[in-house]
């Protein structure tokens, strides 16, 4: 039994998706139920995942909507060698699941030191309320990560201590990562806007 | 009365005014004391950074002392944010590689190496075995400039200024050796998606071994002057020590990780590239401070070498052709002669491989390059020199082509030199990614420093500091 | 009559501002204001490998009232520009600055909502030493063009206006 048919047993009504694209365990979770997901993660023996490695967002806005966007090339034949070989024919197909098309993606790393694996939990969030419950209970690196994506996304994380910008300064209006945010759009505090 | 014992006089007369004065003084403090029963201490704010001789890099702390001794810590980053995930998304995949150099600038090559590996995993191809040696080598020359200039910048913080002109001497031997094979010597851009630039030059096992045999020296006159110095020592002993529950809670990984005694290492607990088959050791700590961190440092670099001395006796195929009839041409020249239309004949000549600024050339792209026709620029003088090169070549530039990797998402970590270095990438079909995170190794350990640098004395900010190896280009990217 | 002997002359006369601009050139301490990446060859440079303390400028100062070249060494973002501004403040007159690599010039490749195009736009720049980062070398060269522009006690007083695209 794979790290995501464990979840999915655990949570049967809040898992959305899971899948192994590229050998990655991936669990799409409601984001109701993170923060009981990731004590169960934390500590359960058979899961055991004691560090949070990274903590990140994707914004989904134009996502497959690039002008340059290929019309579906196939996937190039040899696999590499950190993948097993075909035992999972599914684990090829990357789609985004029905249910959970939300503009925002909150994407968990976690890694376990003792059995030496890694699961990528995603939380879809969606734009009207971009509200996820905080893991800085469980995780002391979840705090930096945490004011790092509201900063960058405008994500809030309830329950967080201390979010405020990190990167950034105060001044700065809107979340430069958004998709929508121009890249060269510049807020200065001192000297001309070049 | 003489004039001296006029000025005697004035002089003892404004003696006595200053000593009642003083006791006057000291008088209403006494009161103030018995009237309150105790003395009200406040602490003390300090602001240090965000430029300042001893943060190399750019960062504010602002400490809270009571007396000498630190009480908080408050930590704020954030001054060389130069955008590097929003800069990735605005072009082709191979157009951020420049920006990865400049992520950890003091070992570009492992952060090129996480990234092609990233883009790699996601289409699904694998690099030839040649390449995946090369990168072996030049991902641990990195991280043995990388350890040497932390240690020589920390050592010189504890005024050790010696040690710092000798590691930094050590590093430029180790430069000269990348800039023999990449052409520069920092930022280097050296891995493309799907292989390296170009093979490795001539002589460089030979280059390779003088330039170690020079580095050890080096190394070993710094373990003299340093390891057994009572001054070093007694800064360095039971100064920031993190223990290994706060070093886990905090995703504290790499060589500050490992000198609380957990021996997590990429390169062994998931091995990637050819890290499985050459042998080396993890060295760990016991107490995770700072001595303990200087000491796991100085070892991997030997290690570093051992690993770099066993991948070059290893490498596989694809030698340097070298025609002795004199058939041999730079490529660079073959190039040139290619714009003026002059290529009759240029398939049966052996091209000299120059693997710096003048390009590379067909023979020994195979070697180092994946086969995907899709994924890898040809070689130049099929660029210039046939009509399917060039065409090859062009699908792979223009905007709206290039490479495709099919849409999903990948994260590949490697090992860097202050820890896990993880790229994540999501693909949504078109040419140009769109979405790169980096997991910065020491963005967890500096979001840990406050919790560290409580406790102990005001000037054991500084080493603890220096054993962090901050890189404002990594942790603020 | 032939030429006078300067030997049996009492005094003799000469620009004193040149004999200073002589004495100031070989004397430059400088306040390196190392962000990033460039600050690595600036390592390189200082170290005895290339060996800056030739041209008299090997002593680094970290507190800016000692300095009189300002060393600008990486990328400037805007978070870090009102501090820049206030370490060029600080120094005393007469000052110089040097914009070390091509972020400090122009932004370089960093054209985004994080960086100044070009430290020019906030204070005055001397020498501009361009390259990501710049070779050694480069930097040498640089040195030297700014001690000759110390010799003839030039200065750039102005600053760089992007709507204009003039010094003004």
């Given at each position: 039994m794979n790290l995501s048919e464990l979840l999915t047993q655990k949570f049967p009504h809040d898992v959305l998706a899971t899948h192994r694209y590229r050998g990655d365990d991936t669990v799409i979770l409601k984001k109701e139920r993170l923060l009981e997901a990731a004590r169960v993660l934390k500590e359960d023996p058979a899961l055991d995942f004691n560090f949070l490695m990274d903590l990140t967002c994707v914004d989904y806005l134009v996502f497959e909507k690039s002008p340059s966007t290929a019309p579906s090339t196939a996937t190039p034949s040899p696999l590499p060698f950190f993948m097993k070989p075909k035992s999972d024919p599914k684990g090829e197909i990357w789609e985004r699941p029905e249910g959970a098309q939300t503009r925002f993606e909150v994407i968990y790393h976690f890694y376990s030191l003792s059995k030496n694996h890694r699961l990528r939990l995603k939380v879809p969030v969606e734009e009207k309320s971009p509200e996820v419950a905080s893991l800085t209970s469980l995780w002391a690196s979840a705090d930096w990560f945490e004011r790092e994506v509201w900063d960058m996304y405008g994500i809030v994380f309830k329950g967080h201590p201390n979010l405020k910008r990190i990167l950034l300064y105060e001044e700065f209006i809107g979340h430069p990562l958004r998709k929508d945010y121009p890249v060269n759009k510049r807020q200065p505090l001192i000297g001309p806007v070049n | 009365m003489t004039k001296q014992q006029v000025w005697l006089l004035v002089i003892g007369t404004c003696?006595?005014?200053?000593?009642?004065?003083?006791?006057?003084?000291?008088?209403?403090?006494?009161?103030?004391?018995?009237?309150?029963?105790?003395?009200?201490?406040?602490?003390?704010?300090?602001?240090?950074?965000?430029?300042?001789?001893?943060?190399?890099?750019?960062?504010?702390?602002?400490?809270?002392?009571?007396?000498?001794?630190?009480?908080?810590?408050?930590v704020e980053i954030g001054y060389l944010h130069r955008a590097?995930?929003?800069m990735c998304e605005t072009g082709p995949y191979n157009n951020a590689i420049p920006y990865t150099d400049r992520l950890n600038y003091v070992s570009p090559l492992i952060n090129n190496v996480g990234y092609c590996m990233a883009v790699e995993k996601l289409l699904g191809i694998e690099v030839t075995e040649r390449c995946k040696y090369i990168r072996v080598i030049m991902s641990e020359i990195s991280r043995i400039s990388d350890h040497l200039t932390c240690i020589g910048a920390s050592a010189m913080e504890l005024g050790a200024f010696t040690v710092f002109l000798y590691m930094i001497k050590a590093r430029e031997y180790l430069w000269e050796l990348i800039e023999k094979v990449t052409g520069a010597r920092l930022t280097i851009s050296y891995t493309r998606v799907g292989g390296v630039k170009g093979d490795l030059p001539q002589q460089f096992k030979e280059d390779t071994a003088a330039a170690f045999k020079q580095t050890r020296e080096v190394l070993k006159e710094c373990d003299q002057l340093l390891t057994r110095n009572r001054i070093f020592v007694d800064r360095m002993k039971d100064v920031g020590v993190i223990s290994k529950e706060d070093a886990i809670s905090y995703g504290v990984t790499g060589p500050f990780l490992r000198s609380t005694g957990i021996d997590y290492d990429v390169r062994k607990a998931q091995p990637y590239l050819v890290y499985d088959r050459i042998d080396f050791d993890i060295p760990v700590g016991e107490n995770g401070d700072n001595l303990d961190r200087y000491m796991v440092r100085m070892e991997e670099m030997e290690q570093s070498m051992r690993i770099v001395e066993k991948a070059l006796e290893r490498l596989p195929g694809g030698s340097i052709l070298v025609d002795d009839q004199g058939h041999e041409m730079p490529a660079a020249f073959m190039v040139d002669e290619a714009k003026m239309g002059r290529t009759a004949g240029f398939k049966e000549r052996i091209v000299r491989m120059d693997p710096t600024l003048e390009g590379s050339s067909g023979s020994h792209h195979p070697a180092v390059n994946a086969p995907e026709k899709k994924v890898v620029l040809p070689a130049k003088e099929d660029t210039y020199g046939n009509i399917e090169g060039l065409m090859d070549h062009f699908k792979l530039v223009m905007v709206g082509h290039g490479i495709r990797p099919p849409k999903g998402e990948a994260y590949f970590p490697v090992e860097g030199a202050n820890g896990e270095l993880g790229f994540y990438v999501v693909s949504d079909g078109s040419d140009r990614p769109y979405r790169v995170r980096v997991r910065p190794p020491c963005?967890?350990?500096?979001?840990?420093?406050?919790?560290?640098?409580?406790?102990?004395?005001?000037?054991?900010?500084?080493?603890?500091?220096?054993?962090?190896?901050?890189?404002?280009?990594?942790?603020?990217? | 009559m032939g030429a006078v002997d300067i030997t049996k002359l009492?005094?003799?006369?000469?620009?004193?501002?040149?004999?200073?601009?002589?004495?100031r050139k070989f004397s430059i301490f400088q306040y390196p204001f190392v962000t990033a990446c460039c600050g690595m060859e600036y390592?390189?440079?200082a170290c005895s490998h290339y060996d800056v303390d030739r041209f008299g400028a090997g002593l680094p100062r970290f507190s800016p009232r000692?300095?009189?070249?300002?060393?600008?060494?990486?990328?400037?973002?805007h978070k870090l520009a009102p501090v820049l501004k206030k370490v060029y403040d600080q120094m005393?007159?007469?000052k110089w600055v040097v914009a070390f690599g091509v972020c400090t010039c122009t932004g370089g490749f960093y054209d985004n909502y994080a960086t100044v195009m070009g430290i020019d736009t906030i204070i005055p720049v001397d020498v501009y030493i361009p390259g990501c980062p710049p070779r050694p070398e480069n930097v040498?060269?640089?040195?030297?063009?700014?001690?000759?522009?110390?010799?003839?006690?030039?200065?750039?007083?102005?600053?760089?206006?992007?709507?204009?695209?003039?010094?003004?």
């Open positions: - | 003696l006595v005014f200053v000593i009642w004065l003083l006791e006057f003084n000291m008088g209403k403090i006494q009161e103030e004391v018995t009237k309150t029963g105790t003395t009200e201490t406040r602490s003390m704010l300090l602001n240090i950074g965000p430029s300042h001789p001893a943060m190399h890099g750019i960062v504010r702390i602002v400490a809270e002392l009571d007396g000498e001794t630190i009480v908080g810590a408050d590097f995930e929003k963005f967890p350990i500096m979001a840990a420093l406050s919790k560290i640098l409580v406790g102990d004395m005001m000037a054991d900010m500084v080493p603890t500091f220096g054993s962090v190896n901050m890189i404002g280009g990594e942790l603020d990217r | 009492d005094f003799f006369t000469s620009k004193l501002d040149a004999a200073v601009g002589w004495a390592m390189a440079t000692q300095s009189d070249v300002l060393f600008v060494v990486g990328t400037i973002s005393t007159e007469p040498l060269d640089g040195l030297m063009k700014l001690q000759a522009k110390i010799e003839k006690g030039e200065k750039q007083t102005k600053l760089y206006d992007p709507a204009t695209k003039r010094l003004i």
